[in-house]
């Protein structure tokens, strides 16, 4: 029993990364991925996972010369107070964006596919109350959950992957370039934002974790962010085995993939499954991203770590996600083209440039002990 | 206490003073008798015994045997005796007068007649003999009736607390193994005693149960359910904190596992803490069959688990909601027997449910020799007439007599309640949102569940956080041969002074 509860240990942290990478993903983006690359999209998507390691060990890096401050605090030491306020600002508005695109993302879901006459407004605000009371509780909370939740979802996920074998086409996956490099260049530039890319906003909760002795940060999240990318890429391809041509024009594309099962009369019917893995992924990165926006803005402003600011922060969230986007078209637009920009460019440049900053510092400091001690 | 207060309530040497404030303060107990009796030369002593009828066995002639060896010391006899020798003899004798105790307040002598002592006071000694004689009518040891088991052993424990200690000391011969007591309440001052096994407790757990329970002591206790309630961390959460046992053995198995046992003088019940959720899932029988079987077992009380939360709310949801994702066959199946039925599927599951519970309301109360007749008026009226009547669906009469059947297949009644309680929210929420509703139930139950700590331990612990290790014994139960082999047996093995095989 530790009296501090603010701390995980680095088992949490590799779940809570599974966690925040899969999340939703897992559901979503096999669909805008295969509408721009096609039978590429799965090369698109182990490149981006590639950049995707860039910036992981950019961010790690990070954690490591800074003795495990967090992106709020070291940014303080690298450009200033000052220039940090502007930074941590763009940080929390993409943050927001990034809560309230999952928030309303699951009640689009809903609206469209099941339960058609519900008002959307109805799930986004239940689904961001729920996270609102588990990013309330704290990390360590968190933590235990998602990690159970975790299997739960992989669990239903690939069960319905394994479950759909009989129709799967491995003939469906060629050919491969078939309108050149462009598509597949579409591809990386939509899942190197979401989801890969978004690792340089999850560095915000590297500095919760304590070691034991003889642990290595690093070899941990490496291993959780490539066994993320593993359970990114097999969907994907599972459903162009399946679909063909056709897995771009289906929407949440495991959903589909789930009604196609049907093995005797004892496996069908398997929509809830996914429904159920659906609601926990993007539960679980909602909640993770809204207790990252808290933990900006407590860092950022120096207020107190109550809870209090919780409540308000879910509620702007709520109409954020009730109002952010006009149609399911202007969704796809926002998510797959402007937020990946925002992301690579955006979040992945500042993290860039901090690593340049501190690569840099690092050397002149090295230089200097060598100068003074020769 | 000052001095002077010490003084006024130490005995006196004048027995008529003595006796005279002794009536008066067990005036008006009808129980309490004084006797008279003269020794000495020619009689010329007084003595006074005063003892608690309802306790004390005053017939026993071992007072009169004891009460011979006094005067045997200086080889007198009563005739001879006086009060000066008698005290020489009791200050003389002080240690060896045992098993008799000497009071020389009437402090001690209030509670020395009501432990059922019988109290003697001589004339011109300004100290007393007490003589344990309690002989209170207990409940013999029986199997005990809320835990019957196949294999294993019967014996229970009783309202006797020393008859508690004396089963669970003979099953942990090991000076590990501590009691402490602590007094509860001014009145009733009721003994609490607390057991755990020294070095393989966790110490910041006992030092948290220490703090918690001394501050109980003031109070009346009367039940073990007192300090569960004084002690656990939320008292609004609908899951217990602890565990209850009257199994001796169960208790020893939860001592070797590190665990702190709670016993309160006339109650039969143990409490076990901390108590976490996957601990509510096993019983001693789970050790004492074959590891197949009672892995088989424990997946059914997982299952059980399951229907009994979540069966008539998932029933509600699918039938309301989506329909679509009842096979074809089944959902016409489910269209049919809900033809005619003017309830909307929730309220009918409300209905049904809530005359479930009343009849098991009433089949715990009632006398045994009525209770039949509940059972076939509840079989007749919920089953057979309200189909009749076409207030319910014979598929709503099943789903609510399986959840009942599974949450009777739970082993403790503490968690049952817990799952009868959360039915309703589940069967509200997925009435009002279908699948997603159940779900997000289901997750603010989780989350409460993992926020949750019974004695600042995790109360998923095993499961959230996850332990790999525990799961051996959790879902599935391993063959003794490995469980047996697990760090924690070596542990015991260490201090028992012995050294693991590897």
Not at chain 1, 162 to 172: E, G
């Amino acid at each position: 029993m530790s009296s501090d509860r603010s701390t995980i240990n680095l088992r949490q942290l590799a779940g809570l990364l599974c966690c925040y990478v899969i999340g939703s993903a897992i559901v979503f983006i096999p669909n805008p991925l295969t509408a721009a690359a096609g039978n590429d999209a799965w090369i698109s998507m182990t490149l981006a996972y590639g950049f995707g390691i860039i910036m992981l060990t950019c961010v790690l890096y990070l954690h490591n010369r800074h003795d495990g401050a967090s992106v709020i605090a070291y940014s303080r030491k690298l450009i200033g107070r000052t220039a940090t306020y502007p930074v941590g600002l763009l940080y929390i508005l993409m943050l927001f964006f990034a809560a309230c695109a999952v928030n309303a993302s699951i009640g689009d879901f809903f609206t469209s596919v099941m339960m058609k006459r519900t008002p959307s407004y109805i799930f986004h605000t239940i689904g961001m109350l729920l996270s609102a009371l588990t990013a309330r509780s704290g990390i360590r909370v968190m933590a235990r959950m998602f990690f159970l939740l975790l299997w739960l979802m992989l669990f239903f996920s690939l069960l319905v992957m394994i479950l759909a074998i009989p129709i799967y086409q491995p003939a469906m996956l060629l050919p491969l370039f078939e309108n050149g490099i462009k598509p597949m260049l579409h591809g990386l530039f939509i899942s190197a934002g979401f989801p890969f890319g978004e690792i340089v906003i999850f560095a915000m909760l590297l500095p919760f974790v304590r070691l034991q002795a003889g642990q290595s940060i690093s070899k941990a999240l490496y291993a959780s962010y490539s066994f993320s990318a593993l359970m990114l890429i097999v969907p994907t391809i599972c459903t162009i085995m399946a679909f063909g041509p056709a897995a771009g024009y289906f929407n949440y594309s495991l959903y589909r993939l789930s009604i196609e099962i049907h093995i005797v009369e004892l496996f069908q019917r398997m929509e809830a499954i996914i429904g159920i893995a659906l609601i926990l992924g993007s539960y679980m990165k909602a909640t993770l991203l809204l207790f990252i926006i808290y933990q900006c803005l407590i860092q950022l402003f120096n207020l107190k770590d109550d809870h209090v600011l919780m409540y308000p922060l879910s509620v702007t969230c709520i109409f954020l996600s009730a109002t952010m986007f006009q149609s399911p078209a202007d969704f796809q637009e926002q998510v797959y083209t402007i937020w990946p920009f925002t992301v690579i460019v955006v979040g992945g440049g500042l993290i860039l440039l901090f690593t340049l900053i501190t690569w840099i510092k690092h050397r002149r400091y090295l230089q200097a002990e060598r100068g003074d001690t020769s | 206490m000052t001095t002077d207060s010490r003084k006024t309530n130490a005995l006196h040497d004048d027995i008529t003073f003595n006796r005279e404030k002794l009536e008066g303060v067990f005036s008006r107990c009808g129980d309490v008798h004084f006797q008279q009796w003269n020794y000495g030369d020619g009689f010329a002593f007084q003595a006074v015994s005063v003892y608690c009828s309802s306790l004390a066995d005053y017939s026993s002639h071992l007072l009169q045997r004891a009460l011979e060896k006094i005067p045997g010391y200086e080889s007198e006899d009563w005739n001879s005796m006086t009060p000066e020798k008698l005290r020489r003899c009791l200050q003389v004798n002080n240690a060896s007068l045992q098993p008799f105790s000497l009071l020389e307040s009437f402090e001690n002598v209030y509670e020395s007649v009501m432990h059922g002592f019988i109290v003697i006071l001589f004339d011109q000694v300004n100290q007393a003999l007490g003589f344990p004689t309690e002989s209170a009518a207990r409940r013999q040891i029986t199997e005990p009736v809320n835990e019957p088991a196949v294999h294993g052993p019967r014996e229970g424990t009783t309202e006797d607390l020393s008859l508690n200690l004396t089963l669970l000391r003979s099953r942990i011969r090991n000076p590990a193994f501590k009691f402490e007591f602590l007094q509860s309440g001014a009145v009733t001052k009721s003994a609490i005693c607390f057991g755990y096994l020294d070095e393989v407790v966790n110490p910041d757990v006992l030092a948290e149960f220490r703090r918690r329970v001394e501050s109980i002591t003031d109070y009346e206790v009367l039940e073990t359910s007192y300090i569960d309630d004084w002690i656990q961390e939320s008292t609004l959460s609908p899951f217990p904190q602890v565990r209850y046992t009257e199994r001796t053995d169960t208790a020893a198995a939860a001592v070797l596992d590190g665990k702190i046992i709670v016993l309160v003088e006339n109650s039969p019940m143990i409490m076990i803490c901390p108590a976490f959720l996957v601990d509510f899932m096993g019983t001693a029988e789970d050790y004492y069959v074959r590891s197949i079987f009672s892995s088989f077992i424990r997946m059914l009380r997982l299952l059980a688990f399951i229907i009994a939360l979540t069966l008539p709310s998932l029933y509600i949801a699918l039938s309301t909601f989506h329909p679509e994702l009842i096979p074809t066959v089944l959902l016409l199946a489910i269209v049919d027997s809900r033809e005619g039925i003017p309830f909307p599927a929730f309220f009918e599951a409300l209905v049904m449910e809530a005359s479930f519970e009343l009849l098991r309301e009433a089949g715990i109360r009632l006398p045994r020799t009525v209770g039949s007749a509940v059972s076939i008026v509840g079989a007749l009226v919920i089953g057979q007439a309200a189909i009749m009547a076409k207030i319910a669906s014979p598929i709503m009469v099943i789903v609510v007599a399986l959840t009942g059947i599974a949450s009777f297949a739970i082993p403790h009644y503490d968690l049952a309640i817990s799952l009868r309680l959360l039915r309703f929210p589940y069967m509200i929420a997925a009435s009002l949102l279908g699948g997603y509703g159940l779900m997000v139930v289901f997750l603010l139950t989780l989350l409460h569940l993992t926020s949750l700590h019974s004695l600042g331990e995790p109360y998923l612990t095993s499961i959230a956080p996850f332990k790999p290790r525990d799961w051996r014994d959790l879902f599935v139960r391993v063959p003794l041969k490995v469980f047996l082999r697990s760090p924690r047996n070596r542990k015991l093995l260490r201090l028992g002074g012995r050294r693991p095989h590897p």
